[in-house]
């Protein structure tokens, strides 16, 4: 992810883990990436099945294994960037890529949870960093839907707790006192 000097995000490497369909595969050394379109048009190289690739930091255990990647991989690669953003420290620790892959695949944070970071953000992270891809969201939009669904949640009771204060408020103010009987 970058940031433009219009303080805007930009996304620039999710959503590309795949696997090569077989005979598709491409040569590591020699260059000849074959490639497909995705649905904007641009050429995306295609990753051969045992192939490492990918940033280090942000490669799912899976990657790291040489198996099969999908959604599941890029939700992973996200959290991991989302928790450094939150923390302002990796989740995992490693000076080296074997420590690093081996702290990534037994899933060993360096701590349990971004400490700046809700309760809920943390249980929503911790989800799409598991190392059983079957244990994370199935996709960016499971993702995105957890990751909102708590913040709306939060609102709308707070939103309702306000309208509750504002009602009795309101009736408060209405109620006019009065004045003891003379009789």
């Given at each position: 992810m970058m940031l433009g000097r219009d303080g805007r995000v930009r996304v620039l490497d999710f959503g590309l883990a795949r696997t090569?369909?077989?005979g598709r595969a491409r040569s590591g050394a020699s260059g000849d990436a074959r490639s497909t379109a995705d649905l904007r048009g641009v050429d995306v190289s295609l990753t051969a099945s045992g192939e490492l690739m990918g940033t280090p930091v942000y490669m799912a255990p899976e990657q790291y294994a040489g198996r099969e990647v999908d959604a599941r991989t890029d939700v992973?690669?996200?959290c991991v960037a989302l928790w450094e953003a939150?923390?302002?420290?990796?989740?995992?620790?490693?000076?080296?890529l074997p420590e690093l892959a081996a702290n990534v695949s037994a899933g060993r944070l360096r701590t349990a949870a971004p400490a700046?970071?809700?309760?809920?953000?943390?249980?929503v992270l911790l989800r799409g960093m598991a190392v059983d891809p079957a244990q994370r969201h199935p996709d960016m939009r499971a993702l995105l839907a957890d990751l909102t669904r708590d913040r709306q949640r939060r609102?709308?009771?707070?939103?309702?707790?306000?309208a509750f204060v504002g009602a009795?408020?309101?009736?408060?103010?209405?109620?006019?006192?009065t004045s003891p009987c003379t009789d």
């Open positions: 090569a369909a077989p992973y690669a996200l939150i923390d302002g420290t990796r989740p995992f620790a490693g000076n080296s700046n970071a809700p309760a809920w953000l943390r249980r609102l709308r009771h707070a939103g309702f707790g306000a009795i408020g309101l009736g408060a103010a209405t109620i006019r006192p």
